[in-house]
């Protein structure tokens, strides 16, 4: 099929990044302990192990509310990174398994402060279940730290942690408050903690690694390790993004038949907000937004899909009692102002 189009951000920077544009880029050869694969009916999706063998296990039980705050997980063995980089001591890396050191990794580089990573602040500034614990204790503990990866901090008494039993290696972690099976899988579920050798870091930089990248001799394709669906295989700034095929992608035999993802990059976007639609109309991508210049001319046409959410996003409910109610929308309202034969009646469980 031929190439879709985009306006890229020209980075690889997920972990400082605060939209979600970033996030899809990295999304093509990133893994995470669980994700998800659409079932059978194709009516819904199914949760999967991805770097972890199975659903995570409470520490301890469940309390009386089927919640708990520690959970663990087995961790995956034979997994191996993948990257198309030429350069020696980078293709080095390529085939290498992953340690169980390396899934601690992570959390040591997004919650070091001196790296002023966004989504850093965000892990370490959440609260409640969310969160994890002792978090944020050790940012704050790492604000005048070196870039990188801090040995010398005291990670341990963040709520993450290896534990070895019976031959196999477990993924620990302690939430903000008890959760149940489903949380305690979805509030670990995140690309930004897919491992990552240190000793990768130390070769390639932590700003290079991170996305910084202005050394001109590497690209974005020598400066990362993928266990997702695909890894990176060229990079040509303005130009062209494709990935490739990961044959070490743990359902690289049984889910993944696309050999590789190309994205070119249509520059025209910065200058010209209908420079997608006539590439389309050009037939030279298969797929474009219909702007608001066009939309008159092609919102009947045949071609022309419109696409739903794919989630809830939020619920809004009336919560007030009659008096608040009035208090901001009655005839003297704070916020606006109603006549009383316009009046809503509150029903009174929304109250409580």
Sequence with gaps: RPPRSTLFPYTTLFRSDQG?????FYGYMAAS??????????????WVPELAVADPEPVGGLDKNGQADTWRFEIRTGLKYSTNSALADRAAFNNR????????????????QANGLYRGGELANQTGAASIKGAKEYYNATKNSAKGIDETADFSKVGIKLVEEDGKTYF???????????????????SLYMPVPKDFIDLVGVDAYLGYNNDKTTTPVDNSLSLGAYTLERWDTDQQVV???????VYASTKYKIQGVHINILAALNTDTDAGIKEFLAEKIDSAGVTEKYLDQYASDPRTRTTTGDSVFKLNMNALNQEQWIKLFGVNGTYSQTTEDKYWQVKPALSN
Excluded at 20 to 24: F, K, L, W, Y
Excluded at 33 to 46: L, Q, V, W
Excluded at 97 to 112: H, I, Q, R
Aim: glycine content about 4%.
């Design 33 to 46: 302990y669980y994700t998800n694969f659409m079932k059978e009916t194709k009516d819904g999706y199914d």
């Design 97 to 112: 398994e992953v340690v169980a050191e390396d899934f601690l990794t992570p959390f040591k580089l997004l919650l070091n």
């Design 172 to 190: 620990q972690y302690t939430l903000g408050a008890p959760v149940t099976m489903y949380y305690a899988r979805y509030y670990i579920s995140s």
């Design 20 to 24: 979600s544009q970033v996030g899809d």
């Design 243 to 249: 990935y490739k095929k990961n044959q070490n992608y």
